[in-house]
């Protein structure tokens, strides 16, 4: 099976191919100037310096490259980093498509979609109905190819899509259990919530906040959306149904130190921004914890009040107690 | 159909059945006493003043008895209160038992423990499995037939079974959605998770803190009954399961401000946790939006940073948008 | 003189017409009827009992009319009372127009209008001169007539414009004092920023919240007004101009605990926050001094973070130090 | 014309004089010792390592010296690096005055004068108008020269006059706006409120806080000053006057957790906080734009609560929207 | 034994002599005229409505004036109440001195003097001996009799120099365990704390708060009293032991939230604040439970973030384990 | 006198023999090994670099191991730093106990233990004797050798039983001082506080948290183990004694947000908390002061809010004020 980058033991020497994810040239305190290079394949990112670096490396060797690497693993204050061997661009006969080394959503683009296309029809409000299929419409391209953030959860491309349908299910399992939940109302927001990422974010790769979402942010840019949409269709800017939804996005950060202008007034309201928190925090906690062995602590996560996390040592599910299982009641 | 407490409209005389829940002996600014009363049956609470209470009064209409109630409905200071026109003990031939007038989760008992029995069979970890049967055992009847608390979230006879049910279909769909759960863990703490409160709490009616309760809190309570438990079952008290079984515990009210001594440091803590707050959540925005009418807004809700809710007008579900419902992916 | 309803000394008996702000029906212990009723002319409000309520009084004597009152200005639990002896509606013959009894704005409506326009004048950006002009146009009777709040600073009739020209003439003297400045932005930021209180607010007389007011707020109100009247306008919805208007907008709370999503990422974002601040408390200091005594507090302003203010005894002006007022450096 | 030291292009070699700011002997982990100097004129500074120090150059160059500098603008980290070719004392027929290389107020000592003498000409209140003479005349040296802060804002030579100046004039604007504030006690608030600084601070080079500085602070430093010079004048301790003064110094920072003992209770009081918040955040994110091109957004501003502020493109003041200039109202 | 005026049971009716604290003119809802009165003694506060009042009664029975009461102890909600049957000043020949009615410290103003005498002497440091001396001398009669807050703790006469002396109690015995204090300037500091106090509050009996108070607060008050005693005895402005004495009183507060401009930064002055704060707290306390039976939680304590305190059922002291008193280790 | 390891000046050049602390092998940029290594011994700790190391070298040199060191105390980055010329594990007729390396309390075991028999005697009261006796035998030896802190405060060995010590003898000040208090729960109490740090830290060398520790924090470790001993003790899980002693254990940190369940609901529960607070204080502050010179600040210190402490330059404790030492009252 072929190693991937973040799979090679220490000191060990390898050649393989990966994605340049960030080159900054810089100068040594011995005043030689090097290449301070992120690599980057699905298998997640190490640093490595490039040295004696000409003019022309410095212009071939940009984000966004696939390069054939030769080079040992080696450790720098702690954090894995590589030393570079040999280093030159990726031929054409060789991988060289960026998308091969960026993580993607655990489902595929066509899967997502008819996830999407199925929760639609169950939004039987016209009016959220009509206002969601114009701005997925709008927006369908980045939908599906954006991460969710710049960092913490979701951050893959395709991440943007796969959150939002993870609110989507536990949504479902929410108006199933509880009765009373306007579910059109509920699926709508939960569709619509993130979708001002597609404006916030500069898109799937290199992601950077744009001036609009430095400025305004998500929440504002697609509530600004929403109205508009809804002028075009012909629906009443003080239409209850209308106002409702704006209220979902609006407020789906639960509190105003978290950037939302409202705090949920909504039954509805409140429990998308308690699913949407769940669903971040989950992948937050797992990520995290996929970097670490059992008995140990992750990283701090800076999401979650930079707080560790603990993977327990083993999870024995045997049930071997002795005692009869019988009915406790 | 029989008319209940809070059926009788502005100024309606009516006679009825109903339970007093408290019963205050006081003086009016005039010198004369009365009796401060809030009656209640199982379609909310009114309080009413009884005047000219003689000692025999003040002996027999004591918290926890039905009386036979003849009155009107008015209200005072904007709040509805019954001006009284007869009381007198409900005899044994009529109404008579208090049960009858307090609200009760909507699910039987027995359907509860029928629901409890098949879980525990899915905590295949021995550890956990002898821990939470020691426990429930030992709490059983009042685990059955506590409030879930003292007022905010089920607030009602076998509310606290209820809430525990609730949390656990969630951490059913949960489990079924992320892979990597410890599923027997999760729910093993969310059993747990508030069976302390049966000591913390002095029971279904009437229900106060006890001296427990108010020094230590449910948390450590149970926390400490787990151990003791751990010890006779003869499990070692470094055990690793036991020390996940107790953080979760622990940890589960989420933040330190809220009294856990331990933030989550477990997957399964934090969801067990974000569970407990969407459960209660719902319900107490549930049972305040039941007291409105569409287009008002619900009391403020102390345990949600006293909020108020909207409550919709309509909520139309009809698809007549005249779109074709077509995929639109 | 006439003396107005706030003139009238303790025990002192008087006849007067006056505006009835708000008139509850309520029951008092003894079980009589009564309506509690604020009275208001423009020296301010005190409320009164009328008892034995008919029927017809109840329909008669509701907010908004003018009535005849014969009474006298007593105390109760330390708050001036009136006790009515005598009331009916005003008639036509004598002072019944109800805008005569509300406070209103220090300068006339035509003064604030010559104002604005001179102001837009000063807007040399296209992009800010239009959007303003079309939504100003929009809003045009409204924001003459509406207070800037329910409660707190500004709530009499034109208050709204009122405190965009104290904010603009602040502004002025900003824009000479410091270089640099982008005076247009900072204007149709002005002008702009508490417009959405003309879809928030209910209007000039009772002022409540609405349904749009509670569940979005008037930053995310104008915000989307604004770009639905560029898109009208053909102004690109990432025009950096428009990104900054909208911004001064979202931001000009400051905090995001006040209802910002975002703080003021602009230098002039910064300005129109710290001026609508110092505005809005200078007047509710002036408002709540205004009622006391050289040497006494003021009440609590709940907007000030329940701070007292002090009056101080005298203001004396008179230089009488002997010294020669000769330069000092 | 003369290029400053902030003016040189990445790898440009130049010639110049400049003030050595700081210098530290360092180790590096090869053995070597070096001088870590910052060096600086009127357009910022720039550090650079001086290596192979003989014992004469780590006496020689040290903080206030003028040096004749040869070298190259590189870059280190990312942050602007000088490698030094040649360094010398600067001699006294070449630039060596460490004040031709400070950053001065944009206005002269004598226009400051000036306008200080004529604002205590306005405050004719014969109590105040003695404290404040005493006080700027006991300090006069030093509040004409000291920088404003240690760092953060007005940090220049004489930004303590200059910003005490932009307070009045601003304070001068609201005077004007507003009726009813008494203007001697604001302007002698004013002229106060940071003159405490003269002691809490070392001095215009080099700026460090003092003992009395760090165990005291300017606010209790001043406030003792004036019962100290209130006594001399025979002016009475309990003189309102005197208290309210003293109040307006204690109060300025306007928050207990920014260290003023009371919050504002005086209107004065509340303006002349709010007005010096006001230059201070102008003056502070001015700094922060003038080191960004358009499109780009400052560094953290950490008195601003590490905001970046966005600098934008460009600042189209021209009136070119076709429309007619005709009045909106 | 004399009963006192809270011993009195319910519905018992009683003769006796007692201070009037406060008396308030007010109307009923029947249009009637009452004195809203508050009667004292030593051991306790119990209000009561004096009806049918003249004008003449509401001139004599006023705060201040010792009355002969003969009444019933009766309860309006839930809070002791009397009902007066006959009410009259006492004369000269029965009790009427005020003081025999107020609380005081448990110590004699004589032993309270020795205590203080004999800690000065161990304040071996001439600069902060001398200054103590002189501040002490010019408070001296009202640090003898004034309480130490307005309520909260040691609210009665003599209450200040009892605090005082209760610290300088604790202060000893820190000083004895732990080696390195210096004791002069923590006893100094100590004396001079809440010296302010004396200007902050009006005096012994119905304390309010003076505008100095208000504006000033008393740190600041006894910060500016220091500096001008040293003036005034020779001592240097900028002396360390001057700054360091400043420092403790200015910061005893301990954090910038509860007054103190400076938090402490002497290892002297953070003992001072830890100290200050456990004696009060230990008072509070101690008072709250008083007034309780074990068993029962005490009211809210204001000072203490609003805890109510547990007073415990019985505090069994009996040594009855069985086990050998022998040695653990 | 022997040189400790701090003891040496810049560039001194010594031999000696120290504690390896920790050591860890890193890579430098150069591509060469060496071991990243902190020596220490009771005078404190000092970092070095060892280079060219070989396998058998970092096999050997590990933390808990004494060696012989020959080099050159020298500076990095403004901290100290040593150079190492030469370096042997040392023999075992040369100093090689690690103990003699470690700082230990100011009390000997045998004193410390003396004292705790004497306290326990103090305790009168039967479940609160027997549960003591019996936690500290269980725990006896880590509660003697243990440190009272992974850092902050007495983090050396035998920190535990000495900080324990330090509250209890100021507890007895304050059961001297103050009347009312129930001595044997507040001795009782502070003796078992932090009795949990057994199970919660890994050991007096190289101390970490364990498992445990970080799951449930030693407050729910002690006092599960509480009810545990008074199990078998046949102590009833009701007893008051039994809940205010776990109380007291639980609640000691006096905040929520510190970690306690509970805050302080008893007098001794809150006098514990603060004695505990100030033992820790003042320990921290004069460590961190023993570190710098007088007229300096000390580092920031994590425990107290990162403030600085200031050491004064001299405590002048002569009396020659030439005033007669009389009394002053």
Redesign the interface.
């Known amino acids: 099976m072929v190693k991937h980058l973040t799979d090679f033991s220490m000191d060990e020497e390898f050649e393989t191919y990966v994605l340049i994810k960030s080159a ?1 040239k ?4 011995n ?1 030689k100037s090097f290449l301070s290079i992120v690599f980057q394949d699905r298998s997640g990112q190490i640093p490595g ?1 490039f040295w004696d670096v000409s003019e022309q490396d410095a212009q071939q060797f940009i984000p966004g490259r696939v390069v054939y690497l030769k080079g040992k693993r ?5 954090m894995p980093q590589i ?1 570079i061997y040999e280093m030159r661009l990726a031929r054409t006969d060789e991988p060289h498509d960026p998308l091969m080394f960026v993580k993607r959503a655990p489902m595929t683009s066509q899967e997502m ?2 996830y ?2 199925q929760t ?2 169950e939004i ?3 009016t959220y ?2 206002i969601v ?1 114009a701005l ?2 709008r927006h ?1 391209k980045s939908f599906f190819s954006y991460p969710a953030a710049k960092s913490n959860h979701h951050d893959f491309a395709g991440g943007l899509a796969f959150h939002t349908i ?1 609110i989507l ?2 949504a479902h ?2 108006v199933q ?2 009765s ?1 939940i ?1 579910a ?2 509920l699926y709508a927001g939960a569709l619509l919530h993130d979708l001002g990422k597609t404006v916030e974010l500069s898109g799937p790769v290199g992601t950077e906040y744009t ?2 979402g ?4 998500h ?2 840019i697609i ?6 949409a809804a ?1 075009k269709l012909g629906i009443d800017g ?1 239409n ?2 209308l ?2 939804l ?2 979902m996005v ?1 407020s789906h950060h639960g509190l ?12 509805e309201a ?2 998308l921004h ?2 949407d ?2 669903d971040a ?2 992948m937050m ?2 990520n995290a ?1 996929a970097k670490v062995k059992p008995g140990e ?1 992750s990283d701090r996560i800076f999401g ?2 930079n ?4 993977k ?2 083993s ?7 002795g ?1 009869d ?1 019988s ?3």
């Open positions: 900054d810089r100068v040594a305190k005043g310096m080696e450790s720098y204050k702690e030393k979609k008819d999407i296309n639609i029809f039987t409000n016209a109905n009509r299929r997925l419409n369908a993870s299910r536990l399992s929410v259990q509880y009373g306007n059109p109302l001036l609009a430095n400025l305004l942010g929440l504002s509530d600004a959306e929403i109205v508009e002028d003080q209850e149904d106002l409702l704006r209220h609006l105003l130190e978290y950037g939302s202008p409202e705090r949920p007034k909504l039954l409140e429990i308690e699913l928190e769940m925090s989950i906690i797992q914890l602590y979650l009040d707080r560790r996390f603990y327990p040592h999870v024995d599910q045997s049930h071997d107690d005692q299982p009915r406790l009641f």
